[in-house]
């Protein structure tokens, strides 16, 4: 019963439910623009859809079964703070946008509520609601958004720039570039147990653990994880990589600085305000490498540049990457869509190509071609 109220309590979350509909609808978004400026959709399938549920459901298992066993416990006026403050982002489009802005701001409000001097008529009203409880300790707040954090850092070490999506942008003066955004989000239901018996005495059916003289109840806090960064001059896998490091770094950093908190209550709220800081230090720094570097995805007078790579395709197999310049195809030179693919047609069953990175080198890859179709090579470039 139990377990099942549980289960019934996770199925239940709005923030997942409206977590799922907005990737299904930033996926469809996607495809449409794929196909208007490309011809075709680079990649067909609906994969933020894919990493949403998979994730969220394998995330929060692990971090459920880690939170359970270190008894991690939330208010329930922070945890419905929180939920609302989620949903609310959801629906108005800012969910990956301010994900941790949303946590340091929901303690912030908290913090700030709890510590309120409210006249004895509306301090009574707010007691049935259990929202001027004894305050929970900032520092659990820490540890909390150290977990947050690294379950960011491992979401983007996994999949940021593992689907390079391109966008076309144009210029000041008309020159078309183009840029890789990453724009995801996860809702991961953990579990999390909230002191006292709130739910229970509105609830009479839902589960109450005892630990001798103390209550709590069970409860899934739906975290919301997210990011909204587009890379312009480097290889979309190599930034995300580089940034999820130094989210990783933060986090073990800010853990540190909780256990620390847990010993002196007072330097909780400097902590929490540092992760913050060096949070945001990290998306800076991420955008400022990026656009310090020398050259733009953007076309080329000589040769043709390489935007994307549809997956299962021959293109695929060949040692091609995002940013290269294809200089000849089967011994022809080529400077545009057109001519590569009449090239191409030279020998519809082989494809011979010399390539220049975008570092200046030169390589050279071929395959065959066993659809006999020029136009399924698989290689996204700019449209003539």
């Known amino acids: 019963m139990t377990i099942g109220l549980l289960i019934l309590s996770l199925v239940a979350q709005p923030v997942w439910w409206a977590g799922l509909i907005r990737e299904w609808w930033i996926a469809d978004k996607r495809i449409k623009r794929e196909r208007l400026t490309f011809g075709s959709a680079v990649y067909s399938d609906k994969y933020e859809v894919r990493h949403f549920v998979l994730y969220s459901v394998f995330l929060g298992l692990i971090f459920s079964i880690v939170s359970f066993v270190l008894g991690m416990t939330v208010p329930i006026s922070w945890w419905v703070c929180y939920t609302v403050l989620a949903l609310i982002a959801m629906i108005i489009g800012l969910g990956a946008r301010l994900p941790m802005t949303l946590f340091v701001g929901s303690v912030v409000l908290y913090d700030w509520f709890s510590k309120l001097d409210m006249n004895q008529q509306l301090m009574s009203g707010m007691r049935q609601l259990d929202f001027s409880g004894k305050a929970v300790n900032l520092a659990d707040f820490v540890i909390l ?178 940013g290269d310049i294809i200089t000849t195809c089967n011994q022809q030179p080529v400077s545009s869509e057109t001519n590569f693919y009449e090239a191409l047609l030279l020998d519809p069953t082989y494809c011979h190509l010399k390539i220049q990175t975008p570092e200046g080198d030169l390589k050279v890859t071929e395959t065959a071609i066993f659809d006999g179709a020029p136009h399924e090579i698989g290689i996204v470039m700019f449209k003539d």
């Open 145 to 322: 958004f150290a977990a947050v954090l690294c379950l960011l850092g491992f979401w983007l070490h996994k999949i940021g720039g593992r689907f390079a999506s391109p966008k076309i942008f144009a210029q000041k003066r008309g020159k078309l570039i183009v840029g890789y955004p990453f724009n995801e989000l996860l809702v991961v239901p953990m579990l999390v147990l909230v002191p006292g018996n709130f739910i229970s005495t509105h609830l009479a059916f839902w589960p109450v653990l005892s630990f001798g003289s103390t209550s709590v109840t069970p409860l899934f806090l739906p975290l919301l994880i997210g990011l909204h960064l587009t890379i312009f001059k480097q290889a979309p896998k190599t930034a995300f990589k580089k940034l999820a490091k130094m989210i990783l770094i933060l986090s073990v950093l800010v853990l540190i600085g909780g256990g620390l908190s847990l010993l002196s209550k007072s330097v909780a709220a400097i902590v929490l305000g540092l992760a913050y800081v060096c949070y945001i230090g990290c998306l800076i720094k991420a955008r400022w490498h990026d656009r310090r570097q020398s050259f733009w995805f953007s076309k080329v007078d000589h040769g043709v540049r390489v935007l994307g790579i549809k997956p299962e395709t021959p293109a695929a197999k060949m040692d091609i990457q995002v």
